[in-house]
């Protein structure tokens, strides 16, 4: 598999935990955008969440692919919790109907950083349990930090103790270009730097004072970072994903317009090393 291009649905719904059930509409604007695959929070698979085989069908239909299923997690204690494991192996189980589909992990948000050290290490404790699960399965899970001021994995620092923490036995790293961006940090290098542990890559833009930007008018640089990543031999899945105003108001046009930009300017990237 060469990289590539495909859409994350929180475009359309940022709320991991708000349950919907227009997840063929969703698909249908990914296509259209000429996209390949879409990344999907659990909570939207409405109609599809205890049936793969028809979801299967319906990319099929629509010519993409379940890149991943994003299942986030609170994880509060040393261990799993009995209902935590439970959806854990749930989806597991769930993308073993896909091969090659990653199981993205992001930790939710808390109220505060207090006793920080300690929630980062129950935090990767319990991912690096559920990663192990996923690989015995043949899974690949994948954990994704995020950038609100109260995540537990947010600035250098913080990235520092996942690194140190993660079971890369297991586990790989799903950087998001946007949050390293508001987290004070250079996604470019971020990535660079930690090459053999991606798996998977979120793309957003994100401003120098660290404001949502549409793709190609942040201050990201998105062509360096897919450059970077076709020399070291990626080959897995850029999911593009936006969070703006704008997307809020109207996403399918967003993603319309996002993916003229990808077709354009980071496409033709990897293209070049087809015809070599």
Request: glycine share 6%.
């Amino acid at each position: 598999m060469r990289i590539k291009f495909g859409c994350h649905t929180s475009t359309w719904e940022l709320d991991y935990d708000k349950e919907t059930d227009y997840l063929d509409e969703v698909m249908d604007t990914v296509s259209n955008a000429g996209f390949k695959g879409v990344d999907v929070q659990v909570a939207m698979l409405g109609r599809y969440q205890n049936d793969p085989e028809k979801l299967k069908r319906s990319l099929d239909e629509r010519g993409i692919s379940l890149a991943s299923l994003t299942v986030p997690f609170t994880w509060e204690n040393d261990e799993e919790t009995k209902s935590e494991r439970e959806r854990a192996d749930y989806y597991i189980d769930y993308l073993t109907n896909f091969p090659g589909a990653v199981m993205n992990l992001p930790s939710r948000v808390g109220a505060n950083r207090d006793n920080l050290l300690k929630r980062q290490k129950q935090i990767i404790g319990c991912a690096n349990a559920v990663g192990k699960r996923a690989y015995e399965k043949g899974v690949q899970a994948s954990f994704h930090p995020a950038s609100p001021e109260t995540s537990y994995f947010r600035t250098k620092e913080d990235y520092d103790v996942l690194f140190d923490l993660l079971d890369i036995s297991y586990m790989s790293y799903t950087p998001d270009a946007g949050h390293i961006k508001a987290g004070g940090m250079r996604p470019e290098e971020i990535i660079k730097d930690n090459l053999s542990i991606i798996k998977h890559v979120h793309f957003k833009d994100c401003s120098n004072n660290n404001e949502w930007r549409e793709m190609g008018t942040g201050d990201i640089d998105f062509p360096y970072i897919v450059q970077t990543l076709k020399d070291s031999g990626y080959q897995g899945w850029i999911m593009i994903e936006e969070e703006t105003e704008e997307a809020g108001a109207d996403p399918d046009k967003v993603i319309l317009n996002v993916g003229k930009y990808v077709e354009k300017n980071l496409k033709t990237i990897v293209n070049k090393e087809r015809r070599k």
